[in-house]
């Protein structure tokens, strides 16, 4: 039995076909641990997204902010971009069935000293914390009322958490810090119109994980997200968005012994 993290698929079936059987994938035995962006500007994001699904309790998989944006494009709480290619899946017979399914997935998983998250965590949250909070928003969407939370996410304001945040406010600021956040400054405020690599850097911004005293560094972090920082292998952090749709490799890590598997891709 293997568990093996995935980073960002984003509609490359193919590649992720050849990964599993390069990794000899076996469902009945292993599992997959998915950071997120399953969807969105590769070519078959229905087929992955069926894929996933069909695997049932073999493959975890964390929400990421592609994965978010079908779901509030499907609500008409987003608007369809050019570089999208999601509507295969927004004219699919099962979309009610694989939207409803994705809505389900958790925006964080913790597991055996591993917290899989996709985009990153704040400096002051500890894991459990960032568990919690984690969990409103999964409350929230899968919520009667969940179209109200759908429509209160867009949008990048506050940029910072506050203990006594609530409401709409609230939610946004969990789900920004999660999946769309890469530079923060030493005490938490996101930054998010920088999106290329470390260097770039704003001025007085870091990227998230390097902020001195974090508090979720008892735990190794799973990320994804971040393409431009490229694949980081690190004691307390597995950064594993290697580039798939841009012609970098798909890439995987056993997290047994963190044995990294790779395969080629061609850009999307």
């Known amino acids: 039995m293997a568990t093996y993290a995935i980073g960002d698929i984003q509609g490359c079936f193919e590649p ?54 079908l779901i509030m494009l499907a609500e008409g709480s987003s608007r369809m971009r050019p570089d999208d290619t999601l509507s295969a899946i927004l004219a699919a017979p099962d979309r009610e069935e694989l939207l409803a399914w994705l809505r389900a997935r958790p925006l964080m998983h913790v597991e ?18 960032a568990r919690k909070l984690a969990g409103e928003v999964e409350v929230a969407l899968v919520a009667e ?25 609230r939610m946004r600021v969990i789900v920004n810090a999660m999946t769309r956040m890469r530079f923060c400054s030493p005490d938490g405020l996101m ?30 972090l799973v990320t994804g997200h971040w393409s431009a920082l490229g694949l980081q292998l690190e004691a307390n952090l597995l950064a594993l968005d290697s580039g798939c ?24």
């Open 16 to 69: 992720l076909q050849r990964l599993l059987a390069k990794l000899a994938f076996d469902a009945r035995q292993d599992r997959l641990w998915l950071v997120g962006d399953l969807v969105n500007r590769g070519p078959q994001s229905l087929e992955v997204l069926r894929f996933v699904k069909e695997l049932g309790p073999a493959a975890v998989t964390v929400l990421g902010n592609h994965d978010l944006h």
């Open 112 to 129: 055996n000293g591993f917290a899989m998250v996709h985009a990153g965590l704040l400096p002051h949250w500890t894991v459990a914390e």
């Open 145 to 169: 009322n969940f179209r109200e939370l759908l429509a209160h996410l867009w949008g990048s304001e506050p940029p910072a958490w506050r203990d006594d945040l609530c409401g709409w406010a």
């Open 191 to 220: 930054e998010f119109k920088t999106k290329g690599e470390v260097n770039q850097a704003p001025q007085g911004f870091l990227p998230w994980f390097a902020v001195a005293g974090r508090r979720s560094v008892d735990h190794v």
């Open 245 to 268: 749709l841009w012609g970098g490799p798909l890439s995987a890590v056993r997290l047994e012994d963190r044995t990294l598997i790779q395969v080629a891709c061609r850009p999307a």
